[in-house]
C-alpha cells in the first residue's frame, strides 16, 4: 500500500510555500532597506522635505554636511507664509480685524460644532499657539486661523459673522496660494485641507477636490506617511511625546478625510493604508 502513496503534490505543496515565504521576507528587506534610506532635507526655502530611497535629489554626501542645517532647522518654528505686519495688510484688505469679536466667535462655533470632523488640527496645541507667542509657534499661521474661521462662521447663529465667512475664506486662499506651496508646513496642510471642505460644503467640488490633492500630496512631501519616531534625528522639532501625537493625528486625520472625500465625490483615494507606518495615535491630555 505505501508503495503507492505519492508524497509529489504534498512535497511540491510544502516547496511552494517555503518559496513564498522567503519571497515575502526578501519584500519586507527590501521595504525596510527603502525605510532606512529615506531621510528629511532641507530644500532651497529652508523646509525639511521628504526623499525616498529613487529619488534623484539624494545625496549621501550630502546628507552629513546638512546634518547640523537639519538641527539648526529644526529647532526653530515651522516656516511663516507672511510676516505679521503682512497678515494684518492681508486681514484689512478684507475688512477683517484680529481684535474683532468675529475672530473668538468663529473659534468657538468651529470647535463647538465642526472640529469632530476635522481631526487633523489637534486644538490645544492650535489654541495654546494663538493664545501665545505666534512668533515663535509650530501649530499656528494666520492662514490656518483664518481658514478656521471661514469653516467657523458658518455655523454663526447671527447672520453677519455667517456672510463674514467669505471674507475669511478669501484671506486664506490669498495667503497659501501665494505663500503656501514654496513653504510646506504642518499648518500649510491643514490650510489647503480646511479650505476643501469649505469649498466642497459650497458646491464647488473641483476646487476642493483640489484643494485636498494638495494638502495629501503635502503632507507626504514632508514625509508624514511615516512615523514621526523616524525623523527624530532628523528633526529636532520633535521633542515631546505631544509633538509625536499631533504629527501621527494630522496623518491619519489627512487619511480619514481623504477616505470621507472620495466617498462623498465617488472618487478614488490618494491616501492607501498599505503605504502608512504610522503608529495610531494614543489619547492626548
Not at 507664509?81 to 477683517?96: D, P, R
Not at 503635502?218 to 512615523?227: E, K, P, T, V, Y
Amino acid at each position: 500500500m505505501l508503495r503507492t502513496v505519492s508524497f509529489g503534490d504534498h512535497l511540491q505543496a510544502g516547496g511552494s510555500r517555503t518559496a513564498e515565504s522567503a519571497q515575502k521576507t526578501q519584500r519586507t528587506s527590501e521595504d525596510e532597506g527603502r525605510r532606512n534610506t529615506a531621510h528629511l532635507q532641507v530644500d532651497l526655502e529652508g523646509s525639511l522635505i521628504y526623499h525616498g530611497a529613487t529619488s534623484i535629489y539624494r545625496a549621501n554626501a550630502y546628507r552629513l554636511t546638512t546634518s547640523n542645517t537639519l538641527g539648526a532647522f529644526s529647532s526653530q518654528s515651522s516656516p511663516k507664509l507672511v510676516s505679521e505686519s503682512t497678515f494684518e495688510h492681508v486681514a484689512e484688505h478684507f475688512g477683517i480685524s484680529l481684535q474683532d469679536e468675529l475672530v473668538s466667535d468663529a473659534l468657538l462655533q468651529f470647535f463647538k460644532w465642526q472640529y469632530p470632523h476635522f481631526m487633523f488640527i489637534y486644538r490645544e496645541a492650535f489654541l495654546r499657539d494663538h493664545f501665545g507667542e505666534r512668533s515663535n509657534c509650530k501649530y499656528w499661521s494666520s492662514a490656518l486661523l483664518l481658514s478656521i474661521c471661514a469653516l467657523g462662521t458658518l455655523m454663526s447663529p447671527d447672520k453677519r459673522h455667517r456672510q463674514a465667512s467669505e471674507q475669511f475664506f478669501s484671506a486664506a486662499e490669498s495667503i497659501l496660494i501665494v505663500s503656501g506651496f514654496t513653504k510646506p508646513s504642518i499648518v500649510t496642510v491643514q490650510g489647503f485641507l480646511c479650505l476643501a471642505f469649505y469649498e466642497i460644503g459650497r458646491g464647488n467640488l473641483s476646487k476642493g477636490w483640489g484643494f485636498s490633492g494638495i494638502a495629501f500630496r503635502m503632507a507626504q512631501d514632508l514625509g508624514f506617511q511615516r512615523d514621526p519616531k523616524h525623523w527624530i534625528s532628523h528633526d529636532s522639532s520633535l521633542v515631546t511625546e505631544e509633538d509625536m501625537e499631533i504629527r501621527r493625528r494630522i496623518f491619519w486625520g489627512c487619511y480619514t478625510s481623504d477616505k470621507l472625500i472620495s466617498l462623498i465625490l465617488g472618487r478614488p483615494v490618494y491616501l492607501f493604508y498599505d503605504d502608512a507606518e504610522v503608529e495610531t495615535t494614543e489619547r492626548l491630555p
